[in-house]
């Protein structure tokens, strides 16, 4: 399933996000996005993953990374572990243009 | 400052002593948590009923026999370290580094590496560290 990118959502930064949980994730870019895969099988393929706390991990360091390259600020819901990564990514654009928005 | 390593200094107990006499590799364990609890209080934080922490990994190592007497715990935190650590980010692992010695011995008995992750007791959601350390240091 191919992602609906949110309207009006900054140029680059979909593919940043993607990019940054990768490195974290330990996987490529295909591996992650290309079969929509869920949070439960992004734990199981990655060598850097045993459970949901690594996951969050790399949420998070992705989160810190466009802190620091973006200056927004991104905080992620807790997401079931049937979710897949399209859905992730959607959530992510979604939270960092309200974020984005919200401290102007 | 960031966080210092701590010492703490457990007796031995009778009953820690497995048939060859010597501390059980269970005990062990028990000897880090109680460094991770000291360490906790020698930085002045308290850990309260909503936000508490739990332990997602631990690597041993048993480096030589603990035998009846004393031993010091030493806790000190490894990741994120100093230069690692900012307040304003979000990390939802610590790591310890946590060796148990013996009185005057050089090298340690025991060599651990214990990750720790932080839980919302009654949403039973994970938290990050700095939300854990804010609501610590509160108390």
């Known amino acids: 399933m191919a992602c609906t990118i949110p309207p009006m959502t900054t140029p680059g930064v979909d593919s940043y996000i993607r990019q940054k949980f990768a490195e974290h994730a330990g996987l490529s870019e295909e591996q992650l996005f290309a079969d929509d895969v869920t949070l439960a099988a992004v734990i199981s393929r990655s060598p850097k993953m045993t459970n949901s706390i690594d996951l969050m991990e790399a949420f998070a360091k992705t989160a810190n990374a466009l802190r620091k390259d973006y200056g927004v600020r991104v905080r992620l819901p807790a997401l079931p572990l049937d979710t897949p990564t399209s859905t992730v990514l959607k959530t992510f654009l979604e939270e960092f243009e309200r974020q984005k928005e919200a401290t102007g | 400052m960031y966080f210092s390593e701590t010492r703490l200094t457990l007796p031995v107990r009778p009953n820690d002593l497995d048939a060859l006499g010597h501390v059980n590799n269970a005990v062990a364990l028990e000897y880090l948590e109680a460094g991770r609890w000291d360490w906790l209080a020698q930085h002045d934080l308290v850990h309260g009923d909503r936000l508490i922490s739990v332990v997602a990994r631990t690597e041993i190592d048993y480096r030589a026999e603990i035998p009846r007497g004393r031993v010091e715990v030493r806790t000190v935190l490894d990741t994120p370290d100093a230069e690692e650590y900012d307040p304003d980010s979000i990390t939802f692992r610590a790591r310890f580094r946590q060796r148990v010695h013996l009185p005057g011995a050089p090298d340690p008995a025991v060599d651990a590496l ?24 509160a108390h």
């Open chain 2, 114 to 137: 214990v990750t720790v992750a932080f839980l919302d007791a009654r949403q039973r959601s994970l938290v990050s560290l700095q939300d854990f350390l804010a609501a610590a240091a």
